[in-house]
């Protein structure tokens, strides 16, 4: 089992940028598949992006493409967002989260996922 901490949300400016942090603890980082979803207000969990367990591939939304890096250090047992050019759009709760896979396999939709952290808030400014 592993525990997930999301930290680095806040409150931005459009344009800006934020790098989001998940620290992983229990289980080592490198046996999950990770991904990073975001909850707006009144609207569903929608996929961010998504790392294998290698980090050898990566998967974004098409509305964050180009603008959104995910990356990991399994050394570390870290995750992270790297976001920017940041919209108004962008304004939710982001969710790390976490589940057993294949080395190279990524993952797109929330159910797959079986770990999740509490979430951090970001908001962007017009």
């Known amino acids: 089992q592993v525990q997930l901490v999301e930290s680095g949300g806040g409150l931005v400016q459009a344009g800006g940028s934020l790098r989001l942090s998940c620290a992983a603890s229990?289980?080592?980082?490198?046996?999950?598949?990770m991904g990073w979803f975001r909850q707006a207000p009144g609207k569903e969990r929608e996929f961010v992006a998504a790392?294998?367990?290698?980090?050898?591939?990566?998967d974004y939304a098409d509305s964050v493409k180009g603008r959104f890096t995910i990356s990991r250090d399994n050394v570390k047992n870290m995750v992270y967002l790297q976001m920017n050019s940041l919209k108004p759009e962008d304004t939710a709760v982001y969710y790390c989260?976490?589940?057993?896979?294949?080395?190279?396999?990524?993952?797109?939709?929330?159910?797959?996922?079986?770990?999740w952290g509490q979430g951090t808030q970001v908001t962007v400014s017009s």
């Open positions: 989260a976490a589940t057993l896979g294949a080395y190279t396999s990524i993952y797109r939709r929330s159910a797959e996922y079986e770990y």
């Open positions: 229990g289980r080592t980082l490198n046996s999950y598949a």
């Open positions: 790392i294998s367990r290698s980090g050898g591939r990566t």
